[in-house]
């Protein structure tokens, strides 16, 4: 087989992209590569996100539906909390799969004192599964399996390498790997040819590809980069330094995607009936009604003595007291139409917002989403 032959079948990077700081939720820190506005999505995939915390900063109660969120620890611990009654400590090497399906509210805080930092992954679910109930895989470091070949180390979060495969289940056909490569180490990787993949530098330099289709320069951390058809991913550490990066695949679903923040719809019908279903705690989101995560109510004891707002976030000055009661449901209605044109307006569900919501207060005292 001749060289050009090879690199036929072997992916090639098409894309590169820095992931530069930006401001999230309540202060936390994210980089951002899939979902942002040189990558609106990468077909399954919606974000990725590198994210830093340190208390107070993190993501008060927001809410998701449509698709799977997967949290991975990199450093410190985070807690979730959701209006169904879940709640635990993501540690250092943890994975949190979460579907989101018909409808879930939760926070994602920093435990205890420092930095606190990982990957959130989102991936879009098709349309049949997009009104599947909720759920949740979780594992612990110690249960994430883990290989060795060639001076390259690998933990294997979904799908499989070097013969070993991971128990959690994929609803979309997804493939997710965390590899530390020593110096001078080199990698093949198989992925089916009809996925999409890209992958993220954590920290160290790399190569993706082989001659004469090999990325001309060095990957460095906190790129990302989008890679071609292909079934063969060779990756080489090109650095005196240890190489750690994520590789990530997935089926395709190959069907419209419209963005409103943290609800991803094949159409903005579909949009707007979510908002609805948020506002009027219906059709999966019937938990949030009077939920609020613990987070959210201590700060609201702190900072308005208990007759505060839905998050510690939310800031209402003393001239505006909380109503007594909820305001008649024709002008709750009214609101939700408001909302509903403001997206029409935007155009593709307001395809330009994105990312976990942070909050401003309603006349009601409920958590709006904003971004």
């Known amino acids: 087989m001749s060289v050009d032959q090879e690199a036929q079948k072997h992916r090639y990077?098409?894309?590169?992209?820095?992931a530069k700081p930006q401001h999230e939720g309540a202060r936390a820190t994210v980089r951002r590569n899939i979902g942002r506005y040189e990558l609106r999505n990468l077909d399954p995939f919606l974000f990725l996100d590198e994210s830093s915390a340190s208390p107070p900063a993190g993501f008060h109660d927001h809410p998701h539906r449509d698709f799977e969120t997967v949290s991975y620890m990199i450093q410190g611990a985070v807690t979730h909390q959701d209006f169904s009654g879940n709640n635990g400590t993501i540690k250092a090497g943890d994975l949190q799969w979460m579907t989101a399906g018909r409808g879930i509210i939760h926070s994602e805080m920093p435990a205890g004192e420092g930095v606190h930092r990982g990957l959130q992954l989102w991936i879009n679910l098709s349309f049949k599964d997009k009104m599947m109930e909720p759920r949740y895989q979780?594992?612990?470091?110690?249960?994430?399996r883990e290989d060795e070949k060639d001076s390259v180390h690998v933990r294997i979060i979904a799908g499989e390498a070097f013969g070993v495969r991971s128990p959690i289940y994929t609803q979309t056909p997804t493939l997710?790997?965390?590899f530390t490569m020593k110096p001078v180490a080199q990698l093949e990787q198989h992925i089916p040819d009809t996925w999409?993949?890209?992958?993220?530098?954590?920290?160290?330099e790399t190569v993706f590809g082989i001659p004469p289709k090999c990325s001309s320069s060095a990957i460095t951390?906190?790129?990302?980069?989008?890679l071609s058809v292909g079934d063969v991913v060779a990756v080489r550490n090109a650095s005196s330094k240890m190489l750690r990066f994520v590789l990530i695949g997935g089926q395709p679903l190959n069907e419209p995607v419209v963005h409103y923040g943290p609800f991803m719809m094949n159409t903005e019908e579909e949009i707007k009936k979510t908002i609805e279903d948020y506002h009027m705690f219906r059709n999966g989101f019937e938990n949030a009604k009077n939920w609020k995560s613990n987070k959210a109510r201590v700060g609201e004891e702190e900072e308005s003595g208990g007759a505060g707002n839905s998050v510690?976030?939310?800031k209402r000055g003393p001239e505006k007291e909380i109503r007594a009661k909820a305001v008649e449901r024709e002008e709750h209605e009214e609101s939700v139409v408001s909302e509903v044109l403001q997206i029409s307006e935007e155009g593709q569900g307001g395809g330009e917002l994105g990312g976990r919501a942070s909050c401003v207060c309603n006349?009601?005292?409920?958590?709006?989403?904003?971004?």
């Open 13 to 18: 990077v098409v894309k590169k992209m820095l």
């Open 138 to 144: 979780e594992l612990q470091s110690k249960d994430i």
């Open 176 to 178: 997710f790997l965390d």
């Open 196 to 204: 999409t993949a890209f992958a993220y530098i954590l920290e160290g």
């Open 221 to 226: 951390s906190h790129h990302a980069v989008v």
């Open 312 to 314: 510690a976030a939310c």
């Open 363 to 371: 006349n009601q005292g409920r958590c709006e989403m904003m971004w």
